[in-house]
């Protein structure tokens, strides 16, 4: 634990000025995240009497290691940089907001020759129009197949789409009117794009217009005696209609807007978002956090907001924001938002009247996803927490481990050996960190060798990026040491635990790399399949942990993950290399001819005894590919034999093929 009076700045250094501040802690992983109307004043407040700060303050200033800052103009470039440095360092003692689901959205591809409407879900691309999000992916179908009847989009993916625009004769959607079949050019793609433009309209909110344009073309046709033009159009009409009650209104029409509610204890809190649009309520999606830092609810909406908008920008920010209480920079978070949109926004709370009544829906709403959450959840946390201790204890550890690191190694009788790195930090896996190492020190099978290798690699790449950071143990680090802050680096962070996958042997080649690299803070233990028992270095005796211990479930999860990490990267090796022909190696030899070969002779091995003539005969070989095919496979060296491994027999390729 740090004292924070060791890196406390010098009087006077800190600027009087806005800014962006980082906590970084002694690995320097970025930690905290602030930003301040003046950096001086913030930043003092966390240098104070310990005892004086509120716990997870406490908790973030004691674990950090040193403290920057970069200084702004504005404090909208404050909480501009204050995002993006979030969203780059993923701070764990800052607020984070997590999904509690992939919402599905309505898109509508205008970036394509013919638009296409279809639910997508994940991150939004450039040059697609979104409506919603929307609570199941079945109601988004719902309702596009009762606007078809309107608005007849393409619907179908782009495979399906050409394989249409070549037979020249549309799908069923457009023989019965729920496609304009742009693929044979019933419509231009002009046409087809009004008609797409049209839809992103209505979907819009704006659907008075539609409505009241085709009320008028039925009155006409009705008057004209075309009578089955005007029941065409009524139905379609009540299409519309139908699928706008599927989205109550809730306020007046024209209305654009989002209402934000919190619902929050000591520990965690729920957000809960209704997105309005023409006065309906179009989507509705909900955040989960825990309160790592000491914040309020003002600052968990400034959080939420950053994270609702912070990647959206146009129609996308409403008119108007509503929430149950004001940032603390009321006026650089409006600001932000007008610029995001393109034009002025108007983040307020409610007082009275429809808005103060809806949102008190979605106060409730987040209520009650508060609650559920902490349903599914509270076991979880506190299963996770008693898992690590019991681990700590049971190794003989100072504290539980927060960052465990997995190794496993695969082959298949000796070939393709590789490893795998499976990380979890605080009992959950963390697999953007996961790790795969392909063998390179020896051939053959050797686990305690192959083993020794992976954790030699691992932990010099650890050595390798602290010296290039300037973090040296035993001395300062000098002014002019390289260092690159911007990204974290594979290898850069040291788990408190290393696992392996095996016994005794594993376990004792893994602590034999950490002595010679002179690595001592770093624990290290192995779980072997047959027993469940785990192996200590120097140890005779295996710690046998008892078997419904929660730390027990949570290493056999670890060594499972790796496991089955290792496997799935050993056979997509393997796949590979028997995918390779020697046929690959004859220059200017395509797929479509080496297919061809082999369907004439039967087998490579037929291939081998044919003459350039017998090749010369199969279709579009000529003599001069004949002969580089005759040359490469005299070159190949010959397959080693198959082994049936259910029986043991070799299994042998003759002319009919592989028999045993």
Not at 120 to 132: D, H, L, P, Q, T
Not at 635 to 645: G, H, I, Q, Y
């Amino acid at each position: 634990m740090a004292d924070p009076s060791s890196y406390r700045p010098k009087p006077g250094q800190i600027p009087d000025s806005p800014g962006v501040y980082k906590f970084r802690d002694e690995h320097r992983r970025v930690i905290y995240v602030g930003k301040a109307k003046s950096l001086r004043q913030r930043l003092a407040n966390y240098f104070q009497d310990l005892a004086s700060l509120h716990p997870r303050t406490r908790t973030m200033v004691t674990t950090a290691a040193s403290v920057e800052w970069t200084v702004v103009s504005t404090e909208v470039e404050a909480l501009q940089l204050e995002y993006s440095w979030i969203k780059e360092f993923d701070p764990r003692f800052n607020v984070k907001y997590r999904d509690d689901k992939s919402y599905p959205y309505l898109a509508v591809t205008l970036n394509e020759e013919f638009p296409r409407v279809q639910v997508m879900r994940g991150a939004k691309k450039k040059g697609v129009r979104y409506f919603g999000p929307y609570g199941h992916a079945w109601a988004i179908r719902e309702t596009v197949d009762l606007m078809l009847r309107v608005f007849p989009v393409r619907t179908c993916s782009a495979g399906v789409l050409r394989n249409h625009q070549q037979k020249g004769r549309p799908c069923l959607l457009g023989y019965i009117g729920k496609c304009s079949a742009p693929c044979v050019g019933r419509v231009t793609p002009e046409e087809h794009r009004e008609l797409a433009e049209e839809f992103c309209d209505f979907m819009a909110g704006r659907t008075g217009t539609y409505i009241r344009r085709l009320e008028k073309q039925m009155t006409a046709a009705a008057e004209e005696m075309e009578y089955e033009k005007a029941a065409r159009l009524r139905d379609d009409i009540g299409a519309l209609k139908r699928a706008l009650e599927k989205n109550a209104v809730v306020l007046a029409d024209a209305t654009d807007a989002d209402l934000i509610a919190v619902a929050e204890d000591e520990l965690e809190a729920a957000v809960q978002i209704f997105h309005v649009r023409g006065g309906r309520v179009r989507g509705q999606r909900g955040w989960v956090t825990d309160k790592v830092e000491a914040v309020d609810t003002a600052g968990l909406v400034e959080h939420a907001l950053q994270q609702l908008y912070g990647e959206e920008k146009g129609d996308a920010v409403p008119k108007e924001v509503l929430v149950p209480a004001l940032p603390e920079d009321t006026g650089a978070v409006s600001q932000w938002l007008s610029e995001r949109r393109g034009s002025n926004v108007s983040l307020r709370i409610p007082q009275r009247g429809d808005k103060k009544d809806l949102m008190e829906t979605v106060q409730r709403n987040a209520q009650q996803a508060l609650a559920l959450h902490k349903t599914k959840r509270a076991s979880d946390l506190t299963t996770r927490s008693r898992a690590l201790e019991e681990i700590a204890e049971a190794l003989g550890l100072d504290s539980a481990p927060l960052r465990i690191e997995c190794f496993d190694i695969s082959h298949l009788q000796g070939e393709d050996v590789v490893a795998s790195m499976v990380v979890f930090e605080d009992g959950l896996a963390r697999k953007s960190e996961y790790r795969r190492f392909q063998i390179k020190g020896f051939e053959g099978q050797d686990d305690v060798r192959s083993m020794h290798e992976v954790i030699s690699r691992r932990f010099k790449r650890y050595l390798a990026e602290k010296d290039r950071t300037g973090e040296w143990i035993g001395e300062d680090a000098p002014e002019d040491a390289p260092e690159d802050d911007r990204k974290r680096k594979r290898f850069a962070y040291p788990p408190q635990l290393v696992v392996v996958d095996g016994g005794q042997p594993q376990v004792a080649a893994a602590q034999r790399a950490l002595d010679e690299l002179g690595i001592d803070d770093v624990a290290v233990c192995g779980l072997a399949k047959r027993l469940e028992e785990v192996w200590l270095p120097h140890d005779d005796d295996p710690v046998v942990l008892p078997r419904s211990s929660e730390g027990l479930y949570l290493l056999q999860r670890v060594r499972d993950t790796a496991h089955d990490f290792a496997i799935r990267y050993q056979r997509s090796k393997r796949t590979k290399r028997i995918r390779i022909s020697p046929l690959d190696a004859v220059p200017g030899l395509g797929e479509t001819r080496k297919q061809a070969l082999i369907k004439h002779f039967g087998s490579v091995k037929r291939l081998k005894q044919a003459t350039i003539e017998q090749i010369c005969e199969v279709p579009g070989m000529g003599r001069k590919t004949a002969e580089s095919v005759v040359v490469a496979l005299a070159r190949a060296a010959p397959a080693a034999p198959a082994v049936n491994t259910a029986t043991g027999e070799i299994i042998e390729e003759n002319d009919g093929g592989s028999t045993t």
